[in-house]
Protein backbone atom coordinates (compact mmCIF):
# COMPACT_ATOMS: atom_id res chain seq x y z
CA UNK A 1 0.00 0.00 0.00
CA UNK A 2 1.19 3.60 -0.64
CA UNK A 3 1.91 5.63 2.71
CA UNK A 4 -0.69 8.06 1.62
CA UNK A 5 -3.06 5.59 1.25
CA UNK A 6 -3.80 5.07 4.90
CA UNK A 7 -6.43 7.55 5.11
CA UNK A 8 -9.09 7.90 1.64
CA UNK A 9 -9.22 11.21 -0.50
CA UNK A 10 -12.71 11.67 1.14
CA UNK A 11 -11.75 11.63 4.55
CA UNK A 12 -8.59 13.83 4.29
CA UNK A 13 -10.56 16.35 3.11
CA UNK A 14 -12.88 16.41 5.55
CA UNK A 15 -9.63 16.49 7.95
CA UNK A 16 -8.95 19.33 5.72
CA UNK A 17 -11.96 21.15 6.27
CA UNK A 18 -11.78 20.84 9.72
CA UNK A 19 -8.38 21.86 10.28
CA UNK A 20 -9.05 25.18 7.98
CA UNK A 21 -11.84 25.80 10.79
CA UNK A 22 -9.70 24.88 13.65
CA UNK A 23 -7.14 27.55 11.94
CA UNK A 24 -9.68 30.57 11.52
CA UNK A 25 -11.27 29.82 15.12
CA UNK A 26 -7.64 30.16 16.40
CA UNK A 27 -6.79 33.51 14.98
CA UNK A 28 -10.39 34.93 15.72
CA UNK A 29 -10.19 33.52 19.50
CA UNK A 30 -6.18 34.96 20.03
CA UNK A 31 -5.58 37.62 17.56
CA UNK A 32 -9.48 38.59 18.53
CA UNK A 33 -8.69 40.25 21.65
CA UNK A 34 -5.66 42.10 19.87
CA UNK A 35 -7.78 43.96 17.20
CA UNK A 36 -10.56 44.28 20.09
CA UNK A 37 -8.20 46.53 22.51
CA UNK A 38 -7.08 48.42 19.79
CA UNK A 39 -10.14 49.54 18.63
CA UNK A 40 -11.28 50.17 22.20
CA UNK A 41 -8.36 52.27 22.70
CA UNK A 42 -10.06 55.46 22.92
CA UNK A 43 -12.73 54.51 24.80
CA UNK A 44 -10.88 52.67 27.74
CA UNK A 45 -8.13 55.09 27.97
CA UNK A 46 -7.90 58.61 28.87
CA UNK A 47 -4.56 59.39 29.82
CA UNK A 48 -0.92 58.48 28.15
CA UNK A 49 -0.33 56.40 30.74
CA UNK A 50 -3.70 54.56 31.07
CA UNK A 51 -3.06 53.82 27.14
CA UNK A 52 -0.04 52.49 27.79
CA UNK A 53 -1.32 49.76 30.08
CA UNK A 54 -3.78 49.16 27.69
CA UNK A 55 -0.94 48.83 24.66
CA UNK A 56 1.10 46.76 26.72
CA UNK A 57 -1.63 44.22 27.76
CA UNK A 58 -1.43 42.56 24.30
CA UNK A 59 2.00 44.13 23.48
CA UNK A 60 4.10 40.82 24.14
CA UNK A 61 1.82 38.57 22.39
CA UNK A 62 0.24 40.49 19.30
CA UNK A 63 2.81 39.53 16.87
CA UNK A 64 2.53 35.87 17.90
CA UNK A 65 -0.96 35.55 17.61
CA UNK A 66 -0.84 36.82 14.18
CA UNK A 67 0.96 33.16 13.24
CA UNK A 68 -2.81 32.07 12.51
CA UNK A 69 -3.78 34.19 10.28
CA UNK A 70 -0.82 33.50 8.09
CA UNK A 71 -1.22 29.33 8.84
CA UNK A 72 -5.08 29.64 7.93
CA UNK A 73 -3.74 31.28 4.24
CA UNK A 74 -1.37 29.14 3.68
CA UNK A 75 -3.26 26.29 4.69
CA UNK A 76 -5.97 27.76 2.26
CA UNK A 77 -3.09 27.74 -0.83
CA UNK A 78 -1.76 24.37 -0.50
CA UNK A 79 -5.01 22.35 0.38
CA UNK A 80 -7.31 24.70 -1.48
CA UNK A 81 -5.97 26.11 -4.36
CA UNK A 82 -9.38 27.27 -5.94
CA UNK A 83 -10.29 28.77 -3.46
CA UNK A 84 -7.29 30.73 -2.70
CA UNK A 85 -7.20 31.89 -6.35
CA UNK A 86 -10.79 33.37 -6.15
CA UNK A 87 -10.14 34.86 -2.62
CA UNK A 88 -6.76 36.24 -3.05
CA UNK A 89 -7.13 37.57 -6.88
CA UNK A 90 -10.79 38.31 -7.09
CA UNK A 91 -11.54 39.63 -3.55
CA UNK A 92 -7.91 41.83 -3.69
CA UNK A 93 -9.74 45.24 -2.33
CA UNK A 94 -11.10 43.48 0.31
CA UNK A 95 -7.49 41.89 1.25
CA UNK A 96 -5.97 44.95 0.94
CA UNK A 97 -8.37 46.76 3.19
CA UNK A 98 -7.65 44.14 5.60
CA UNK A 99 -3.83 44.03 4.89
CA UNK A 100 -2.79 47.34 5.17
CA UNK A 101 -4.19 47.93 8.59
CA UNK A 102 -2.43 44.74 10.12
CA UNK A 103 0.45 46.13 8.10
CA UNK A 104 0.43 49.80 9.84
CA UNK A 105 -0.24 48.47 13.78
CA UNK A 106 3.13 47.02 13.87
CA UNK A 107 4.47 50.10 12.87
CA UNK A 108 2.08 51.95 15.16
CA UNK A 109 2.89 49.85 18.28
CA UNK A 110 7.20 50.43 17.19
CA UNK A 111 6.56 53.59 16.81
CA UNK A 112 3.90 55.85 19.59
CA UNK A 113 6.77 55.70 22.22
CA UNK A 114 9.28 56.79 20.38
CA UNK A 115 8.79 60.38 20.86
CA UNK A 116 6.71 61.71 24.25
CA UNK A 117 5.41 64.45 22.12
CA UNK A 118 1.26 64.58 22.76
CA UNK A 119 0.13 64.87 18.93
CA UNK A 120 2.73 62.16 17.59
CA UNK A 121 1.35 59.41 19.96
CA UNK A 122 -2.51 60.55 19.19
CA UNK A 123 -1.62 60.00 15.51
CA UNK A 124 -0.71 56.70 16.25
CA UNK A 125 -3.19 55.93 18.78
CA UNK A 126 -5.44 56.20 15.90
CA UNK A 127 -3.67 53.83 13.62
CA UNK A 128 -4.30 51.04 16.70
CA UNK A 129 -7.92 51.84 16.98
CA UNK A 130 -8.25 51.76 12.88
CA UNK A 131 -6.35 48.45 12.80
CA UNK A 132 -8.50 46.91 15.65
CA UNK A 133 -12.23 47.80 14.07
CA UNK A 134 -11.58 48.27 9.57
CA UNK A 135 -9.83 44.10 9.81
CA UNK A 136 -12.68 43.37 12.30
CA UNK A 137 -15.26 44.91 10.57
CA UNK A 138 -14.18 43.71 7.21
CA UNK A 139 -13.40 39.96 8.04
CA UNK A 140 -17.22 40.27 8.94
CA UNK A 141 -18.34 41.17 6.06
CA UNK A 142 -16.35 38.57 4.41
CA UNK A 143 -17.91 35.88 6.31
CA UNK A 144 -21.26 37.37 4.94
CA UNK A 145 -20.21 37.41 1.67
CA UNK A 146 -19.49 33.82 1.88
CA UNK A 147 -23.19 32.95 3.20
CA UNK A 148 -24.31 35.37 0.30
CA UNK A 149 -22.08 34.06 -2.61
CA UNK A 150 -19.59 35.48 -4.05
CA UNK A 151 -19.43 36.60 -8.16
CA UNK A 152 -16.99 34.25 -10.03
CA UNK A 153 -17.19 31.86 -12.94
CA UNK A 154 -15.02 29.36 -14.43
CA UNK A 155 -14.31 28.99 -18.05
CA UNK A 156 -14.55 25.94 -19.91
CA UNK A 157 -10.51 25.89 -19.21
CA UNK A 158 -10.90 26.30 -15.72
CA UNK A 159 -9.66 30.26 -15.54
CA UNK A 160 -11.47 32.05 -12.97
CA UNK A 161 -13.36 35.22 -13.63
CA UNK A 162 -14.58 37.50 -10.52
CA UNK A 163 -17.15 40.10 -11.89
CA UNK A 164 -17.65 41.83 -8.78
CA UNK A 165 -16.35 45.00 -7.33
CA UNK A 166 -15.31 45.67 -3.90
CA UNK A 167 -18.65 48.30 -3.03
CA UNK A 168 -20.55 44.94 -4.36
CA UNK A 169 -19.68 43.17 -1.17
CA UNK A 170 -21.17 45.84 1.63
CA UNK A 171 -24.50 44.41 1.42
CA UNK A 172 -26.85 45.19 3.91
CA UNK A 173 -26.66 41.39 5.17
CA UNK A 174 -22.97 41.64 4.66
CA UNK A 175 -22.80 44.40 6.82
CA UNK A 176 -24.86 43.13 9.67
CA UNK A 177 -22.47 40.46 9.75
CA UNK A 178 -19.27 43.04 9.95
CA UNK A 179 -21.07 44.27 12.81
CA UNK A 180 -21.50 41.04 14.34
CA UNK A 181 -17.75 40.60 14.08
CA UNK A 182 -16.94 44.27 15.56
CA UNK A 183 -19.17 43.51 18.84
CA UNK A 184 -17.66 40.11 18.65
CA UNK A 185 -14.21 40.84 18.72
CA UNK A 186 -15.13 44.34 21.45
CA UNK A 187 -16.33 41.63 23.74
CA UNK A 188 -13.18 39.57 23.67
CA UNK A 189 -11.29 42.96 23.40
CA UNK A 190 -12.99 44.30 27.07
CA UNK A 191 -12.42 40.39 28.69
CA UNK A 192 -8.82 40.54 27.67
CA UNK A 193 -8.33 44.21 29.55
CA UNK A 194 -9.98 43.34 32.17
CA UNK A 195 -7.70 40.04 32.68
CA UNK A 196 -4.55 42.23 32.29
CA UNK A 197 -5.48 45.46 33.80
CA UNK A 198 -6.57 47.23 36.76
CA UNK A 199 -7.99 50.33 38.01
CA UNK A 200 -10.36 52.69 35.59
CA UNK A 201 -9.28 50.55 32.41
CA UNK A 202 -10.77 47.29 33.71
CA UNK A 203 -13.48 49.11 35.16
CA UNK A 204 -14.28 50.89 31.67
CA UNK A 205 -13.62 47.80 29.78
CA UNK A 206 -16.16 45.79 32.06
CA UNK A 207 -18.85 48.10 31.54
CA UNK A 208 -18.23 48.13 27.75
CA UNK A 209 -17.83 44.61 27.42
CA UNK A 210 -21.07 43.56 29.42
CA UNK A 211 -22.53 45.57 26.52
CA UNK A 212 -20.45 44.38 23.50
CA UNK A 213 -21.32 40.74 25.12
CA UNK A 214 -25.68 41.61 24.47
CA UNK A 215 -25.02 43.33 21.44
CA UNK A 216 -23.46 40.07 20.43
CA UNK A 217 -25.90 38.21 21.24
CA UNK A 218 -28.69 40.58 19.75
CA UNK A 219 -26.78 40.70 16.22
CA UNK A 220 -26.04 36.92 15.97
CA UNK A 221 -29.91 36.61 16.43
CA UNK A 222 -30.62 38.90 13.88
CA UNK A 223 -28.35 37.65 11.69
CA UNK A 224 -29.56 34.32 11.59
CA UNK A 225 -33.48 35.52 11.16
CA UNK A 226 -32.12 37.46 8.03
CA UNK A 227 -30.84 34.53 6.54
CA UNK A 228 -33.63 32.49 7.29
CA UNK A 229 -35.47 35.37 5.52
CA UNK A 230 -33.68 36.93 2.64
CA UNK A 231 -30.85 34.95 1.99
CA UNK A 232 -30.86 32.13 -0.43
CA UNK A 233 -28.93 29.23 0.38
CA UNK A 234 -26.62 26.43 -2.46
CA UNK A 235 -27.54 22.97 -2.75
CA UNK A 236 -26.02 20.25 -4.91
CA UNK A 237 -28.46 18.71 -7.04
CA UNK A 238 -26.05 16.12 -8.83
CA UNK A 239 -24.81 13.20 -6.96
CA UNK A 240 -21.75 13.85 -5.34
CA UNK A 241 -18.26 11.57 -5.72
CA UNK A 242 -16.25 12.46 -2.38
CA UNK A 243 -13.30 10.58 -4.48
CA UNK A 244 -13.70 12.49 -7.67
CA UNK A 245 -11.15 15.06 -9.37
CA UNK A 246 -10.97 18.68 -7.54
CA UNK A 247 -13.30 20.27 -10.91
CA UNK A 248 -15.98 22.11 -9.70
CA UNK A 249 -18.13 22.07 -13.22
CA UNK A 250 -18.54 18.46 -12.49
CA UNK A 251 -21.69 19.21 -10.59
CA UNK A 252 -24.97 20.88 -10.39
CA UNK A 253 -26.19 23.49 -7.72
CA UNK A 254 -29.32 25.27 -6.79
CA UNK A 255 -30.49 28.20 -4.72
CA UNK A 256 -33.17 28.16 -2.74
CA UNK A 257 -34.57 30.04 -0.09
CA UNK A 258 -33.40 28.26 3.94
CA UNK A 259 -31.59 25.83 1.91
CA UNK A 260 -28.67 26.70 4.68
CA UNK A 261 -30.48 26.07 7.51
CA UNK A 262 -30.47 22.38 6.17
CA UNK A 263 -27.60 21.01 7.69
CA UNK A 264 -29.76 22.09 10.92
CA UNK A 265 -32.34 19.71 10.29
CA UNK A 266 -30.30 16.54 8.85
CA UNK A 267 -27.24 16.91 11.36
CA UNK A 268 -28.76 17.76 14.85
CA UNK A 269 -24.88 18.05 15.93
CA UNK A 270 -24.98 21.42 13.83
CA UNK A 271 -27.32 22.81 16.65
CA UNK A 272 -24.47 22.76 18.56
CA UNK A 273 -22.60 26.00 17.28
CA UNK A 274 -25.18 28.56 17.00
CA UNK A 275 -26.09 26.92 21.21
CA UNK A 276 -22.05 27.88 21.92
CA UNK A 277 -22.16 31.44 20.22
CA UNK A 278 -25.07 32.37 22.28
CA UNK A 279 -24.18 30.29 25.43
CA UNK A 280 -20.78 31.84 25.31
CA UNK A 281 -21.25 35.70 25.13
CA UNK A 282 -23.84 35.09 27.63
CA UNK A 283 -21.80 33.76 30.06
CA UNK A 284 -19.55 36.16 29.16
CA UNK A 285 -22.03 38.65 30.47
CA UNK A 286 -22.68 37.30 33.62
CA UNK A 287 -18.95 36.84 34.13
CA UNK A 288 -17.83 40.47 33.75
CA UNK A 289 -21.16 41.72 35.84
CA UNK A 290 -19.39 39.01 38.48
CA UNK A 291 -16.08 40.83 37.94
CA UNK A 292 -14.89 36.29 37.14
CA UNK A 293 -12.10 37.45 34.89
CA UNK A 294 -10.69 34.17 33.52
CA UNK A 295 -14.20 33.05 33.11
CA UNK A 296 -14.87 36.09 31.26
CA UNK A 297 -12.14 35.30 28.66
CA UNK A 298 -13.16 31.49 28.07
CA UNK A 299 -16.46 32.23 27.78
CA UNK A 300 -15.78 35.37 24.77
CA UNK A 301 -13.69 32.64 23.46
CA UNK A 302 -16.41 30.18 23.07
CA UNK A 303 -19.06 32.46 22.07
CA UNK A 304 -16.57 33.50 19.48
CA UNK A 305 -15.93 29.54 18.52
CA UNK A 306 -19.39 29.23 18.27
CA UNK A 307 -20.14 31.85 15.94
CA UNK A 308 -17.40 31.23 13.33
CA UNK A 309 -18.46 27.42 13.92
CA UNK A 310 -22.11 28.30 12.86
CA UNK A 311 -21.19 29.82 9.69
CA UNK A 312 -19.16 26.40 8.33
CA UNK A 313 -22.22 24.40 9.72
CA UNK A 314 -24.32 26.29 7.95
CA UNK A 315 -22.35 26.27 4.98
CA UNK A 316 -21.25 22.61 4.41
CA UNK A 317 -20.26 20.92 2.42
CA UNK A 318 -19.36 24.50 0.52
CA UNK A 319 -16.46 26.84 1.14
CA UNK A 320 -17.14 29.40 -1.21
CA UNK A 321 -20.65 29.78 -3.07
CA UNK A 322 -20.47 31.53 -6.65
CA UNK A 323 -23.82 33.76 -7.29
CA UNK A 324 -22.69 34.38 -10.44
CA UNK A 325 -22.94 30.59 -11.52
CA UNK A 326 -23.98 28.64 -8.93
CA UNK A 327 -22.26 25.87 -10.91
CA UNK A 328 -18.94 26.52 -10.02
CA UNK A 329 -19.68 27.14 -6.59
CA UNK A 330 -16.10 25.30 -4.40
CA UNK A 331 -17.16 23.02 -2.28
CA UNK A 332 -15.05 20.27 -0.15
CA UNK A 333 -15.39 17.76 -2.79
CA UNK A 334 -14.19 19.82 -5.73
CA UNK A 335 -11.77 22.19 -4.24
CA UNK A 336 -9.09 20.35 -3.03
CA UNK A 337 -5.20 19.54 -3.94
CA UNK A 338 -4.62 16.24 -4.59
CA UNK A 339 -4.39 13.44 -2.13
CA UNK A 340 -1.20 12.90 -2.15
CA UNK A 341 -0.80 16.57 -1.23
CA UNK A 342 -3.60 16.55 1.58
CA UNK A 343 -1.96 13.70 3.04
CA UNK A 344 1.82 15.21 3.34
CA UNK A 345 0.51 18.51 4.72
CA UNK A 346 -1.49 16.57 7.34
CA UNK A 347 1.71 14.86 8.27
CA UNK A 348 3.32 18.48 8.75
CA UNK A 349 0.82 19.51 10.33
CA UNK A 350 0.46 17.00 13.07
CA UNK A 351 3.92 18.20 13.52
CA UNK A 352 3.99 21.58 14.30
CA UNK A 353 0.75 22.77 14.89
CA UNK A 354 1.28 20.79 19.12
CA UNK A 355 4.21 22.81 18.81
CA UNK A 356 2.92 25.70 18.02
CA UNK A 357 0.24 25.33 20.67
CA UNK A 358 2.61 24.44 23.49
CA UNK A 359 5.32 27.11 22.58
CA UNK A 360 2.35 29.66 22.81
CA UNK A 361 0.83 27.99 25.95
CA UNK A 362 4.28 28.02 27.39
CA UNK A 363 4.63 32.39 26.58
CA UNK A 364 1.11 33.20 28.32
CA UNK A 365 2.07 31.60 31.33
CA UNK A 366 4.98 32.89 31.17
CA UNK A 367 3.14 36.55 30.89
CA UNK A 368 0.97 35.83 33.14
CA UNK A 369 -0.61 38.75 35.44
CA UNK A 370 -1.49 42.41 35.18
CA UNK A 371 0.32 45.02 33.33
CA UNK A 372 2.03 47.20 36.25
CA UNK A 373 0.72 51.01 36.14
CA UNK A 374 3.73 51.91 38.40
CA UNK A 375 5.93 50.14 36.08
CA UNK A 376 4.45 52.04 33.16
CA UNK A 377 5.14 55.55 35.07
CA UNK A 378 8.88 54.59 35.83
CA UNK A 379 9.90 53.23 32.15
CA UNK A 380 11.28 49.72 33.75
CA UNK A 381 9.74 47.24 32.49
CA UNK A 382 6.86 47.60 29.51
CA UNK A 383 7.76 47.69 26.09
CA UNK A 384 5.93 49.91 24.83
Known amino acids: MVLHELLDYDTLR ?25 MLLPLVARTDVERRVAINSVGPVWEGNQVWLILGGGAIFAAWPPLYAVSFSGLYLAMFAILVPLILRPVAFKFRSKRPDAAWRARWDAVLCTAGWVPALVFGVAMGNVLLGVPFRFAPDMRIFYEGNFLGLLSPFALLCGAVSLAMLAMHGSAWLQLKTEGPVAERARRIGSWAALATMVLFALGGWALWAFVDGYRITSPVDPFGPSNPLLKTVETAPRVWFDNYAA ?109 IRDESTHAY
Open 267 to 375: HGLAMAAPALGFAGCALAWLAQRLRREVLALLASAAGITGIVLTVGASTFPFLLPSSLDPRASLTVWDASSSHLTLFIMLVVTSVFIPLIVAYTSWVYKVLWGKVDEQA
Open 14 to 38: LIWWALLGVLLIGFAVTDGFDLGVG
